[in-house]
């Protein structure tokens, strides 16, 4: 109960957070923290890579979990991903699901409020999902993540593809939490299952993990 009332408090800031930014810097990359366009791109393409590797379908369903804007569904459509990837997206943020539908008119369908798929899919996706962390406590947070990454973890046939940010150490400076990556792995491994990581292409301390259900 008590860890349920801190959370709802976290989601809150986190939530004010993302909605002021949007509203400043509208329905870009820079509008949900990112630094730049490309550094935002590359994580999409090494997190798609992943699916599409690991994926034994031709047509590979995804739900990206903290969906932003929309703008991994534009790289997708733009990018050779468009035969082979169907995608749907979750944010527990209503102004980001709300920007998505304005930029997908046509495929509101495929955007919803939400913390995990609400079908049973191939992957669950995060991008940068838990970098902006309103807490300085890190087990706190840490839990907060696995709790969140359980939820699709139930929902998601072949397993997760995540981007953290990564130090020697584990810590939470200026409001941005950043993983071990060792630690990571041996967590989601006794946790979940087989982990992996490969350092993201382009995007210096960024790390991508799949953590496998075979
Ligand atoms: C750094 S932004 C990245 C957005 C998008 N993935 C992109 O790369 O453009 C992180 C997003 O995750 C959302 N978010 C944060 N925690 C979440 C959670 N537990 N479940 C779903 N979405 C979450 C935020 O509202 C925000 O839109």
Not at 14 to 24: F, H, M, S
Not at 139 to 161: A, C, D, H, M, P
Request: aromatic share 14%; with cysteine; glycine share 6%.
């Amino acid at each position: 109960m008590l860890q349920h009332i801190s959370y709802t408090a976290l989601e809150y800031r986190i939530n004010q957070a993302y909605q002021t930014r949007l509203k400043q810097r509208g329905n870009n990359a820079e509008g949900v923290f990112w630094k730049n366009k490309s550094t935002q791109i590359a994580r999409f393409a090494a997190l798609l890579e992943i699916t599409k590797k690991a994926s034994p379908n031709l047509q590979t369903t995804i739900f990206d979990i903290g969906c932003g804007y929309g703008a991994m569904l534009n790289f997708i459509e733009q990018s050779a991903y468009s035969q082979n990837i169907l995608y749907s997206g979750v944010d527990i943020n209503r102004s980001m699901i709300k920007a998505c539908w304005q930029q997908f008119p046509e495929k509101k369908h495929l955007f919803r409020l939400g913390r995990k798929p609400y079908k049973e899919v191939d992957f669950s996706v995060f991008s940068g999902t838990f970098n902006l962390c309103f807490s300085n406590k890190l087990e706190t947070w840490e839990k907060y993540i696995f709790g969140n990454l359980e939820q699709s973890w139930k929902k998601s046939r072949f397993g997760l593809v995540l981007n953290l940010l990564c130090d020697i150490r584990p810590s939470i400076r200026k409001q941005i939490y950043y993983a071990n990556r060792k630690q990571f792995i041996t967590r989601a491994n006794e946790r979940f299952g087989p982990t992996h990581a490969i350092s993201t292409p382009c995007v210096s301390g960024d790390v991508t993990f799949v953590i496998s259900k075979t």
